[in-house]
């Protein structure tokens, strides 16, 4: 009996399998990126340019457009009442593990920090002011705020400023004000989607700019980082969510099939599938058909199997290794029993690599210690994981003295001449007359 979900499965074997391949990047591509002329793209040019001339008017506007809730300028900061209340009435199990996961990401990002370092020639200094995006569309998101904010805290970044859009009850989720609190941040804007990182961008009347901007988001947030970036840093293009899963026959189909799922329901998500077996194709086809109707999201999930996901099968693991680094993914697990280190080696391109039948994505998400804010749509070419250092600025520290200056003079010279830059020249020449 024919599935709604017999199409994703690919074989190389196929007619047309390399144009399959290529719509599915097509698909995630444009679920990333505003494409061309696309009216979204209109839009999102217009909100930035209201915010950036109107300031808290316009977030007001937006937010009550796009969030249903009216909120005024004065209404647009939380309290730092109402956050220490979310934490105070946070269950107290949960808080422990909250704490255990920013001890894990704290202590890792420690390690990894490269802004200790001492060298006469280079300067590391913190940036002073950060904006961290926390979705809270589909899911509230406590563990984004650990995952943006504890790496900016061990780079020495002294002010760090949250928003999140107010999707609970007009608010943001007491979790996410919960893990901000213990953090020690108090500047949390109850605002969202580009119109807040307009807001972090150009500053409004209640609302000073930030420096950088970092975390992940849907499309919105992302291209509206991609707009602003020049008035501000930004980390990278951070969503929506994928996973490309590296499997042999020593993988679970199962557990295959269950961390697909786990991206698809971030809804948008992608989970993909790279084999060299049909076999455990077949099988995780079949176990995601089951195991896709047991969901709380079950529809949504669906929906993003059948529009970004597939099970692709290649003739040997050398082409599945090809096409994962073209494809570079967000997270890539590798389930290939004891191959997994060998091929997680010849990875170039990838946010995390998540090796092993016992490392699924949520792992990251949550615990290990780095961040889960990861490039997405195939920047992992260029764009690197949030870490730490992200949060540092390098400058050159050069000092001659005369002697030194002398030595060098000539060869100073020449280059500049070579240059037609005779003022340059004459800035060394100039030094040497006296």
């Known amino acids: 009996m024919k599935n709604e979900l017999d199409h994703i499965l690919i074989s190389s074997n196929s007619p047309h399998w390399h144009q399959k391949l290529r719509e599915l ?78 001890d894990n990401v704290r202590k890792y990002q420690s390690e990894i920090f490269i802004g200790n370092i001492e060298h006469p020639q280079i300067k590391y200094t913190a940036v002073e002011r950060v904006g961290v995006c926390v979705p809270g569309a589909s899911a509230p998101l406590p563990s984004t705020v650990i995952m943006t904010a504890v790496p900016a805290q061990v780079a020495g970044v002294e002010q760090i400023v949250v928003v999140s859009p107010p999707r609970y009850k007009g608010t943001i989720h007491p979790v996410i004000l919960a893990v901000c609190f213990e953090l020690g941040i108090n500047e949390v804007y109850r605002i969202g989607g580009a119109q807040a990182v307009a807001a972090l961008a150009y500053g409004t009347q209640t609302i000073t700019p930030v420096n950088k901007i970092v975390g992940p988001g849907n499309q919105w947030v992302q291209m509206a980082k991609k707009e602003v970036l020049g008035y501000v840093g930004i980390d990278s293009i951070a969503g929506p969510s994928e996973v490309l899963i590296i499997a042999n026959n020593k993988a679970n189909p199962a557990w295959v099939a269950a961390d697909m799922l786990s991206q698809a329901e971030h809804d948008p998500g992608s989970a993909v599938v790279f084999t060299d077996s049909q076999t455990l194709a077949q099988h995780v086809l079949n176990e995601l058909i089951k195991q896709v109707k047991q969901l709380n999201r079950c529809q949504r999930a669906l929906e993003c199997l059948k529009k970004f996901s597939g099970i692709v099968v290649f003739d040997n693991i050398n082409d599945v290794i090809k096409h994962a680094n073209d494809f570079a993914s967000e997270h890539l697990e590798i389930q290939c029993g004891g191959q997994s280190r060998e091929i997680a080696d010849q990875i170039k391109n990838a946010g995390a690599i998540f090796i092993g039948d016992y490392t699924p994505v949520a792992v990251g998400d949550y615990w290990a210690g780095p961040s889960h804010t990861l490039p997405t749509g195939q920047t992992a070419k260029f764009f690197s994981a949030l870490s730490s250092n992200d949060f540092i600025k390098s400058t050159s520290i050069i000092e001659y003295d005369r002697k030194k200056l002398t030595q060098s003079a000539d060869d100073i010279i020449r280059l500049a001449e070579t240059e037609g830059l005779d003022a340059h020249a004459n800035s060394i020449k100039i030094r040497q007359q006296h």
């Open 25 to 102: 990047h097509e698909a995630l591509f444009k679920a990333t990126y505003f494409i061309g002329e696309d009216e979204r793209h209109k839009s999102l040019m217009h909100i930035l340019d209201e915010v950036r001339t109107r300031g808290d008017t316009a977030v007001q506007e937006f937010t009550k457009e796009f969030d249903d809730v009216l909120l005024l300028p004065q209404q647009f900061k939380i309290s730092k009442d109402d956050l220490e209340k979310a934490h105070k009435e946070i269950d107290s199990g949960l808080l422990v593990s909250l704490k255990q996961a920013i």
